[in-house]
Nanobody, 129 residues
C-alpha cells in the first residue's frame, strides 16, 4: 500500500525559510515523478514544483510564483522528497501537498493535479507579515 506523508510545515515570518519533507513508501520511488502542490483557502490547488524520476534526465519545473525562491530535491536512498523554501511571503501561506505519479517525466502538463495518482494529507505553511 502506497503511503505519502509530508512534514516540516509551520509558522514563519516573512523573509524566513522552511524545508518541507515528503516520504513515499510502497512504491518504487526512483521510478516515480514527484511534485509539490499547494492550496490556499478558497483557491484551486496549484502546482509549484515537479522533479522527474531519477531514471530519466528530464527537466525540473517550478511555478513562476516560486521560481528563484524554492528548490526541490529528492533523496532516493531515503524515499524522500524535499522542498526548500526561502524568502517566504505571506502569499505562500497554504496547505502544501506532495504527489507522486508513475512516470519518468514531469511533462508540460505537470501542474495539473489530475496527473498524479498518489497524494499525502498535506502540511500547513503559514507566513506572517
Amino acid at each position: 500500500q502506497v503511503q505519502v506523508v509530508e512534514s516540516g510545515g509551520g509558522l514563519v515570518q516573512a523573509g524566513g525559510s522552511l524545508r518541507l519533507s515528503c516520504t513515499a513508501d510502497g512504491l518504487s520511488f526512483d521510478d516515480y515523478t514527484m511534485a509539490w502542490f499547494r492550496q490556499a483557502p478558497g483557491k484551486e490547488r496549484e502546482g509549484i514544483s515537479c522533479i522527474p524520476s531519477s531514471a530519466s534526465n528530464g527537466r525540473t519545473y517550478y511555478a513562476d510564483s516560486v521560481k528563484g525562491r524554492f528548490t526541490v530535491s529528492r533523496d532516493n536512498a531515503k524515499n524522500t522528497l524535499y522542498l526548500q523554501m526561502n524568502s517566504l511571503k505571506p502569499e505562500d501561506t497554504a496547505m502544501y501537498y506532495c504527489a507522486a505519479k508513475s512516470s519518468y517525466y514531469c511533462y508540460v502538463t505537470w501542474s495539473r493535479p489530475s496527473q498524479f495518482g498518489y497524494w499525502g494529507q498535506g502540511t500547513q505553511v503559514t507566513v506572517s507579515s
